[in-house]
T-cell receptor, first 114, second 115 residues
Framework: DGGITQSPKYLFRKEGQNVTLSCEQNLNHDAMYWYRQDPGQGLRLIYYSQIVNDFQKGDIAEGYSVSREKKESFPLTVTSAQKNPTAFYLC?????????????FGPGTRLLVL | KQEVTQIPAALSVPEGENLVLNCSFTDSAIYNLQWFRQDPGKGLTSLLLIQSSQREQTSGRLNASLDKSSGRSTLYIAASQPGDSATYLCAVLNAGGTSYGKLTFGQGTILTVHP
């Protein structure tokens, strides 16, 4: 089955700890994205990548880091610098370009602070 | 900067009713507008995509319209069912400005259809 997987489903972070959220896709998409969703709000873009070994900051990149060593994988690290990390994190992927471009989403990871 | 607004924030209707969800955007430089569905604690599922040159798209009981010049879209759901209960999100794919090539989302409408 083609799709996007995220793990873990729930993640708990202690004060001062860095945690990494996994995102894998087997859709052969070039572009991958990380979004943050807070209650009652839409999705906000954290980072995105259109090609291996390259990525760009989104609207709320502070306190987060990413890597794109493989086309299929785009992990997100929530660093200790992110002071309010509690949120639902969604990964997405898409082909690049075209007026019919849409994004395919993973099931999400909920991050909670202990 | 593109801003997307959805009205109402929440809607509760009895089963069988027809309903309309509204979405407005501030910058008409878009490639397309998309409607997504999100079930509680889940990811997003694409429902309908309308390209900027199109006026509407239909899928089953769903019909979405786009008026790019006025910056508005509506999602019409016919004969609503309890299984339609979810959050509906509108998003535009930007064709200009600082958000070029990126999706901007509205905050969503929480729909509850009760039996």
């Amino acid at each position: 089955d083609g799709g996007i997987t995220q793990s873990p489903k729930y993640l708990f972070r202690k004060e001062g700890q860095n945690v990494t959220l996994s995102c894998e896709q087997n859709l052969n998409h070039d572009a991958m994205y990380w979004y943050r969703q807070d209650p009652g709000q839409g999705l906000r873009l954290i980072y995105y990548s259109q090609i291996v070994n390259d990525f760009q900051k989104g609207d709320i990149a502070e306190g987060y880091s990413v890597s794109r060593e493989k086309k299929e994988s785009f992990p997100l690290t929530v660093t200790s610098a992110q002071k309010n990390p509690t949120a639902f994190y969604l990964c997405a992927s898409s082909i690049i370009g075209g007026r019919s471009e849409t994004q395919y989403f993973g099931p999400g990871t909920r991050l909670l602070v202990l | 900067k593109q801003e997307v607004t959805q009205i109402p924030a929440a809607l509760s209707v009895p089963e069988g009713e027809n309903l309309v969800l509204n979405c407005s955007f501030t910058d008409s430089a878009i490639y397309n507008l998309q409607w997504f569905r999100q079930d509680p604690g889940k990811g997003l599922t694409s429902l309908l995509l309308i390209q900027s040159s199109q006026r509407e798209q239909t899928s089953g009981r769903l019909n979405a319209s786009l008026d790019k010049s006025s910056g508005r879209s509506t999602l019409y759901i016919a004969a609503s069912q309890p299984g339609d209960s979810a959050t509906y999100l509108c998003a535009v794919l930007n064709a200009g400005g600082t958000s070029y090539g990126k999706l901007t989302f509205g905050q969503g409408t929480i729909l509850t259809v009760h039996p």
